[in-house]
């Protein structure tokens, strides 16, 4: 498959780009890319969610000086969108992960790399930094290391030094798939890794992480083996302790859980639902950020995701309290029929739409937002 050079001027906001994407992925990759869990319900809501949710404009406010910049963990980032953990980025497109390092860090985008990469995540830092310019500069956006427990804490603590190593910033836990999701779509389409295609970051002989319930024994006893290396609140714990990194909890939606991160040493949370992929019929995203942002959000940062799609969503989140947000789903659908040119568009839509969302709601920078702004 050809990178595109540029993008053709029909494609104008991130569902043109889905559309493409459909054109170009074989039935196994959509059902992987696009699927979620059960009946999907959680993977609709969390994008009619923010749809429904209504904003309500201040006028006439004076918007010189102004900007798309945020802080988070004490560096400014030229606005609010990082790219998150997608894995297996090479069978949506050849140039996979390394594609999207280099859209992110053009477009000033933070990244959060998942331990199931199908690219060693040394080459991917190094594409980040390279298009970046300076790593220790404000700006673009944070690199961070999304990692699941590996059931020998060895083999985390190797993955944790190559991060640190390489230059990632933060470790990102995920927290809310310690098994698959029940999958109905990809078990319907047969999904299987094409060749080629692995989590080349992890040894060869670890099975998928978090093991997929198609290939779990059917027996009790073995789905209770796969339970026992399900991580707890004791593992974060060692895990805050085992690196020097900011850890952040992604998968957080009930205000007790992140009030527990912060007791223990987090640096922040991701309110997420993991773009309804695990459990289905959990609360959307929308809905279980102001909770988690009055518990924490003075504290720790806050950030979410799940279902944004128009950069009015991610004005949303930030009125509802978050500090930044991430997108899945619409830069794989860039990355699978354009390269690297998809991803930088899809990031460069969702930036100019929250720029003209600023504006139009009244504010210059996004530290003129205030709950105000969203209807109640
Ligand atoms: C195909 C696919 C693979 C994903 N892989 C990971 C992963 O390896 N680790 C992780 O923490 N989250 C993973 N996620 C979840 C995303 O990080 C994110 O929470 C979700 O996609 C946000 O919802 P959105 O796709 O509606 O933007 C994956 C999501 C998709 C769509």
């Known amino acids: ?18 559309a493409e994407a459909r054109r170009v992925l074989d039935d196994n990759a959509w ?4 699927g979620g869990a059960a009946d999907e319900l ?28 945020v802080q988070l963990l004490g560096r400014t980032l030229a606005h609010p969108v990082l790219l998150a953990p997608v894995a297996y980025q090479r069978m949506a497109h ?12 053009a477009q000033g985008a933070g990244l959060v790399l998942s331990t199931q990469a199908s690219t060693p995540l040394e ?55 310690p098994v698959h999701g029940a999958r109905d779509r990809e078990r319907r389409a047969g999904f299987r890794l094409p060749p080629g295609i692995r989590a080349v970051n992890l040894p060869m002989h670890l099975p998928a992480n978090p093991p997929a319930t198609d290939t779990l024994p059917d027996s009790t006893s073995a789905f209770e083996s796969v339970l026992q290396h399900a991580p707890t609140w004791a593992d974060v714990r060692w895990l805050v302790q085992a690196t ?3 850890v952040l909890l992604k998968g957080i939606l009930h205000p007790d859980d992140a009030r527990q991160a912060l007791d223990i040493g987090a640096a922040g949370v991701i309110v997420s639902n993991h773009g309804g992929r695990t459990l289905d019929t959990t609360l959307p995203t929308a809905h279980a950020l102001p909770g988690v942002a009055q518990a924490v959000g003075t504290q720790m940062a806050v950030l979410a995701d799940g279902g944004i799609r128009r950069g009015t969503d ?46 139009l709601c009244g504010c210059a920078t996004p530290a003129h937002i205030r709950p105000e702004h969203l209807f109640k």
């Not at 050849?94 to 860090?105: C, K, S």
């Open 42 to 69: 959680t993977l609709q809501a969390n994008v009619q969610a923010w749809q429904r949710t209504q904003l309500l404009p201040r006028v006439l406010n004076a918007l010189q000086g102004g900007h798309t910049q």
């Open 123 to 177: 080459h991917v830092a190094q594409a980040y930094q390279c298009m970046a310019g300076d790593p220790a500069s404000d700006t673009p956006g944070p690199l961070w290391f999304q990692l699941y427990l590996q059931p020998e804490r060895d083999v985390t603590l190797h993955l944790l030094s190559r991060a640190e190593a390489a230059g990632y910033q933060a470790i990102v836990l995920t927290v809310d798939a």
């Open 94 to 105: 050849p140039d996979g992960e390394l594609a999207t390092a280099l859209a992110a860090a």
């Open 244 to 246: 020097r990194l900011p």
């Open 1 to 18: 498959m050809q990178a595109l050079q540029s993008i053709p001027n029909h494609i104008v906001c991130l569902a043109d780009h889905e």
């Open 314 to 359: 991610v004005f949303k989140a930030l009125v509802l309290g978050a500090h930044a947000v991430l997108v899945g789903k619409p830069y794989i659908y860039g990355l699978a029929h354009a390269g690297a040119v998809g991803v930088a568009h899809t990031i460069r839509l969702l930036r100019d739409e929250f720029e003209i969302a600023l504006a």
């Open 31 to 34: 059902a992987y890319f696009a």
